[in-house]
């Protein structure tokens, strides 16, 4: 009896001295799961860049608010270099929540590099322009969305009220300060102080402004739309028929992969909105812009598409956006007056 206590002590023992020999690992940082954080993303397009230096160019465009770097992957025969040839350019990630819309580009990117050397119409759309992807535009507001609240639309400007946030696809300058789009702080919809007033939208001005861009898409989520200007107003764009032309051409494409009906319309059909991506370069520049609601088509599950979801997305998008950088080298020579 006397030797209980060494008993007891021993045993008790055995789960401290099997916690000192097996280690555990220090909880990982919050991630999310097989989408890609914009650290993630930035190591990735660096792996690209090393396995691909001949036909891909990484830049770092600047900084968000926060300082997180906002990056693009350059896709061309000669990616060096500027050259007089058709550009295009492909952003995702506006909208914080919208996870699937940095994940798509992204892996157009991976696609076009890796199909280069094997595939023969991959490597005449990449040596026939410039490819620009811009995967994730909203870093701050993506990582927030990742560590403390999923459902966070907006960049996480301070301002200064108490309230957080930027709706950055109401800060462009095209009918900047419309309907659909908010002067209070609060709302999900707020357009800033002030047309650009936010670093993202801003590096998106500039890259336009030093290029000759023919095409974009702008990924969005979730709804299964293709959306062509305008979003300010009802009334039809100068090019109303050309862009509609090309929408559906774009959610054929996609149809014909897995069968998912992505509906092609005006984008003010969905709602009015003022200030965003696609408006600012078609009423500046008239360029063909195109902003594309993926999976899934409604509100269940929403902005949480779940992982299983990511491929096949990106499968069905693919051909729509090689369709368009193919336009932009051959059809949008003739047809489009500027
Ligand atoms: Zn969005």
Same mark, same amino acid.
């Given at each position: 009896?006397?030797?209980?206590?060494?008993?007891?002590?021993?045993?008790?023992?055995?789960?401290?001295?099997?916690?000192?020999?097996?280690?555990?690992?220090?909880?990982?940082?919050?991630?999310?799961?097989?989408?890609?954080?914009?650290?993630?993303?930035?190591?990735?397009?660096?792996?690209?860049?090393?396995?691909?230096?001949?036909?891909?160019?990484?830049?770092?465009?600047?900084?968000?608010?926060?300082?997180?770097?906002?990056?693009?992957?350059?896709?061309?025969?000669?990616?060096?270099?500027?050259?007089?040839?058709?550009?295009?350019?492909?952003?995702?990630?506006?909208?914080?929540?919208?996870?699937?819309?940095?994940?798509?580009?992204?892996?157009?990117?991976?696609?076009?590099?890796?199909?280069?050397?094997?595939?023969?119409?991959?490597?005449?759309?990449?040596?026939?322009?410039?490819?620009?992807?811009?995967?994730?535009?909203?870093?701050?507001?993506?990582?927030?969305?990742?560590?403390?609240?999923?459902?966070?639309?907006?960049?996480?400007?301070?301002?200064?009220?108490?309230?957080?946030?930027?709706?950055?696809?109401?800060?462009?300058?095209?009918?900047?300060?419309? +309907? *659909? $789009? /908010?002067?209070?702080? &609060?709302?999900?919809?707020?357009?800033?102080? =002030?047309?650009?007033? #936010?670093?993202?939208?801003?590096?998106?001005?500039?890259?336009?402004?030093?290029?000759?861009?023919?095409?974009?898409?702008?990924?969005?989520?979730?709804?299964?739309?293709?959306?062509?200007?305008?979003?300010?107003?009802?009334?039809?764009?100068?090019?109303?028929?050309?862009?509609?032309?090309?929408?559906?051409?774009?959610?054929?494409?996609?149809?014909?992969?897995?069968?998912?009906?992505?509906?092609?319309?005006?984008?003010?059909?969905?709602?009015?909105?003022?200030?965003?991506?696609?408006?600012?370069?078609?009423?500046?520049?008239?360029?063909?812009?195109?902003?594309?609601?993926?999976? +899934? *088509? $409604? /509100?269940?599950?929403? &902005?949480?598409?779940?992982?299983?979801?990511? =491929?096949?997305?990106? #499968?069905?998008?693919?051909?729509?956006?090689?369709?368009?950088?193919?336009?932009?080298?051959?059809?949008?020579?003739?047809?489009?007056?500027?």
């Amino acid at each position: 009896m006397q030797n209980r206590p060494v008993v007891l002590f021993l045993i008790f023992s055995i789960p401290l001295l099997l916690a000192g020999t097996c280690r555990q690992p220090p909880p990982a940082p919050p991630d999310a799961g097989l989408y890609h954080t914009n650290d993630e993303i930035i190591d990735e397009l660096r792996r690209l860049q090393s396995q691909f230096p001949d036909i891909a160019h990484v830049t770092e465009l600047g900084e968000s608010l926060e300082g997180r770097k906002i990056m693009a992957i350059k896709i061309s025969g000669s990616p060096g270099t500027e050259e007089e040839e058709p550009e295009v350019i492909f952003v995702g990630g506006h909208h914080a929540r919208e996870w699937i819309s940095v994940d798509v580009p992204f892996l157009l990117a991976k696609r076009l590099l890796k199909n280069y050397a094997t595939d023969a119409a991959t490597r005449s759309l990449v040596d026939g322009g410039s490819i620009w992807i811009i995967p994730l535009l909203n870093p701050d507001g993506h990582q927030y969305s990742v560590d403390s609240n999923r459902l966070w639309r907006k960049n996480r400007r301070n301002n200064g009220d108490g309230t957080f946030g930027v709706d950055l696809n109401r800060n462009y300058s095209f009918q900047w300060g419309g +309907p *659909g $789009s /908010s002067g209070d702080t &609060f709302s999900e919809t707020y357009r800033g102080p =002030q047309a650009f007033s #936010e670093p993202e939208t801003r590096i998106l001005r500039d890259l336009v402004a030093a290029h000759n861009f023919q095409a974009i898409i702008s990924y969005h989520s979730y709804s299964q739309l293709v959306l062509f200007p305008w979003g300010y107003t009802r009334s039809p764009a100068p090019d109303a028929v050309l862009l509609q032309q090309l929408a559906t051409s774009i959610a054929d494409s996609i149809f014909s992969i897995h069968r998912q009906r992505y509906t092609p319309e005006q984008s003010s059909d969905l709602y009015v909105a003022s200030g965003d991506a696609t408006d600012w370069l078609y009423g500046n520049a008239r360029v063909p812009s195109f902003t594309i609601e993926l999976r +899934p *088509g $409604s /509100s269940s599950p929403g &902005f949480i598409l779940p992982e299983s979801e990511i =491929q096949p997305t990106f #499968e069905e998008n693919l051909p729509a956006a090689l369709f368009l950088i193919k336009w932009t080298q051959t059809l949008g020579q003739t047809t489009i007056t500027m």
